[in-house]
C-alpha cells in the first residue's frame, strides 16, 4: 500500500513553485546543484540522531514526526524540550540560505509544530529556524494565521499529489533561477 502521508519537506517545495512539488513528489524526479548540495551537507549533523542535555534544556536531533489528523508526516532537524512543568517543545529547522520574506520555511517549521502538537498533547507557540547564511535564528511564532496558511498549504499540495498531475511553470520566473530543477522543467 503507498504512503498516503505528505512529507512534511514537500510543504516548502509546493509553497515556493506547485511544479517544483509536483516534479518531486509525483513524477518522482530529483536533481542536485549546489544549493542542494550544500544544504545536504549543512544536514549532516543534524542528521546525527544526536541527544544531549544541558541544564534544562534537551536536544533531540533528527525527531520522527507525524499527524494522523493532517496526513503528514517527516524527520526534524531539531527539537528542543524546555524543562518545567508543563514541558515546553520547540522545533529548529535548519536551512542553507538566508532569512526569506516569504513563508516558505516557516510553513515547514509550522507543520512540524502541528506534529509535535499532536504526538505529545500540547501546544507549540514557538519554534525557530536557523539560517546558515545568516549564522542565526530566526524566531516564527506559530500564531493561528501561520496554522491556517500551513493547513491550507497542506490540503492544496495532498489535492495535487492525489489527482497526479503537474501544474504549469510558475509565472515567477526569479524562482527558477536556483532550481535544481530548472533543466528538467
Not at 513528489?25 to 549543512?42: K, M, P, S, Y
Not at 493532517?70 to 526534524?76: D, E, R, S, T
Not at 549564522?135 to 497542506?154: F, N, S, W
Request: charged share 30%.
Amino acid at each position: 500500500m503507498p504512503n498516503h502521508f505528505l512529507a512534511i519537506s514537500a510543504l516548502q517545495h509546493y509553497a515556493y513553485c506547485p511544479r517544483q512539488f509536483a516534479l518531486i513528489h509525483v513524477e518522482q524526479v530529483w536533481a542536485e546543484n549546489r544549493f542542494t548540495a550544500e544544504g545536504r551537507i549543512l544536514h549532516e549533523r543534524v542528521d546525527s540522531n544526536e541527544t544531549e542535555q544541558r541544564k534544562d534544556i534537551r536536544y533531540e536531533r533528527s525527531v520522527l514526526i507525524k499527524s494522523e489528523q493532517h496526513q503528514i508526516q517527516g524527520k526534524m532537524d531539531l527539537l528542543e524540550i524546555h524543562g518545567g512543568d508543563p514541558k515546553r517543545y520547540f522545533p529548529v529547522e535548519y536551512k542553507r540560505g538566508k532569512p526569506k520574506v516569504e513563508h516558505w520555511d516557516r510553513l515547514q517549521l509550522c507543520a512540524q509544530a502541528l506534529c509535535i502538537e499532536e504526538m505529545r498533547d500540547t501546544k507549540v507557540e514557538e519554534g525557530a529556524i536557523w539560517y546558515w547564511e545568516a549564522r542565526k535564528r530566526q524566531p516564527v511564532a506559530i500564531d493561528d494565521a501561520l496554522r491556517e496558511e500551513t493547513i491550507a498549504v497542506i490540503k492544496q499540495a495532498s489535492a495535487i499529489r492525489k489527482a497526479g498531475t503537474t501544474p504549469p511553470p510558475t509565472s515567477e520566473k526569479k524562482r527558477c533561477q536556483g532550481c535544481s530543477l530548472y533543466s528538467l522543467c
